[in-house]
């Protein structure tokens, strides 16, 4: 069974600069998960799906990240535009479902942003 | 704010030697789970706890939740290299109206053959 599939792995933009990142979770996993996590700290959660539905957008930076999941499956993840301080690596997670005890949850290997 | 502390930040250590790392907090979880992070990839699950003073093994991983519940401790006997990576503590906290996982700063393991 193929894992969380991240990409890109790497991204190299120019600050001001817009980026995507992009998730195509475990099949059949119907919660999906966007996670930042900067050097030398734990990740954290930026934005949390129920199927098509974003559930928990309350540590997204909605003045510059958007993030959408169409039809319930896949989803992107952008910056725009992009500022230094956004340089870390953005995780997609995906669980069967969210009930209050996170189980189950499959990270992807990430993509590790640099903004210069 | 930083819900959970993990100590050490990083540990050196040789081969074959015992591990100790530790997880706290001001509040208390109801469950505590510890994930391993190797470069490049992202936090794997190594063990999930639910009780208070439950102890479980995972092969040489010893992890137990504390009887105060603002605790956890994981530790590692006769350490081999792939043991190599960073060790987060984690569990569901109620932040800014929602239930989410968050994670500690990480215990950054090294080995040296």
């Known amino acids: 069974e193929a894992g969380v599939v991240q990409s890109p792995r790497y991204k190299i933009i120019e600050k001001k600069q817009p980026v995507a990142f992009w998730c195509n979770p475990i099949?059949?996993?119907?919660?999906l998960y966007w996670y930042r996590q900067n050097l030398g700290q734990g990740p954290e959660l930026l934005i949390r799906y129920e199927n098509e539905e974003a559930v928990d957008d309350s540590q997204l930076p909605k003045d510059r990240f958007s993030a959408e999941r169409l039809k319930g499956v896949d989803s992107t993840l952008k910056i725009q535009p992009a500022e230094l301080g956004d340089s870390a690596v953005y995780l997609c997670?995906?669980?069967?479902?969210?009930?209050?005890?996170?189980?189950?949850?499959?990270f992807g290997s990430g993509t590790r942003l640099t903004v210069v | 704010g930083q819900q959970l502390n993990q100590s050490p930040q990083s540990m050196f250590i040789q081969e074959g030697e015992d591990v100790s790392m530790n997880c706290t907090s001001s509040?208390?979880?109801?469950?505590w789970l510890w994930y391993k992070q190797e470069p490049g990839e992202g936090p794997v699950l190594l063990i999930a706890?639910?009780?208070?003073?439950e102890l479980t093994s995972n092969g040489r991983l010893t992890a137990q939740f504390g009887i105060t519940r603002k605790d956890s401790f994981l530790n590692i006997s006769a350490s081999i290299p792939s043991d190599v990576g960073i060790y987060f503590c984690?569990?569901?906290?109620?932040?800014?109206?929602?239930?989410?996982?968050?994670f500690g700063q990480g215990t950054r393991l090294t080995i040296n053959p």
């Open positions: 706890l639910y009780k208070a003073g």
């Open positions: 099949s059949g996993h119907n919660t």
């Open positions: 984690a569990g569901p906290f109620h932040l800014q109206g929602a239930q989410k996982l968050v």
């Open positions: 509040s208390i979880f109801n469950t």
């Open positions: 997670a995906s669980s069967l479902e969210w009930t209050g005890t996170p189980y189950g949850y499959t």
